[in-house]
């Protein structure tokens, strides 16, 4: 089993930036992806944005050019950087691992989900 921590949401003006983070923890496990999902209030969960354990990193086109995605193996750390947030980025924002744990096939995990609130 794979568990996941979230950190980081909270209420930001708009303009204003955040990070979250996800850390993934386990006895022996190998991430092949680590991404971020939101669902806001009446709407379907959305991809925000994922990366391969080779690095390569995928965004949704509404945070293009504002949000960053990085990720330190050592860790089992996922960092979502979110610069120039907006109303429309308000959202509970849930950490989403795709692992395989040895003898296993490859399993999608989610985190408990964050709250990101962006008011003035």
């Known amino acids: 089993q794979v568990q996941l921590v979230e950190s980081g949401g909270g209420l930001v003006q708009p303009g204003g930036s955040l990070r979250l983070s996800c850390a993934a923890s386990?006895?022996?496990?190998?991430?092949?992806?680590m991404g971020w999902y939101r669902q806001a209030p009446g709407k379907q969960r959305e991809l925000v944005a994922t990366?391969?354990?080779?690095?390569?990193?995928n965004y949704a086109d509404s945070v293009k050019g504002r949000f960053t995605l990085s990720r330190d193996s050592a860790k089992n750390t996922a960092y979502l950087q979110m610069n120039s947030l907006k109303p429309e980025d308000t959202a509970v924002y849930y950490c989403n691992v795709e692992a395989r744990v040895p003898g296993t096939t490859l399993w999608s995990y989610w985190g408990q989900g964050t709250q990101v609130t962006v008011s003035s």
């Open positions: 386990g006895k022996r496990f190998s991430i092949y992806a």
């Open positions: 990366i391969t354990s080779g690095g390569s990193t």
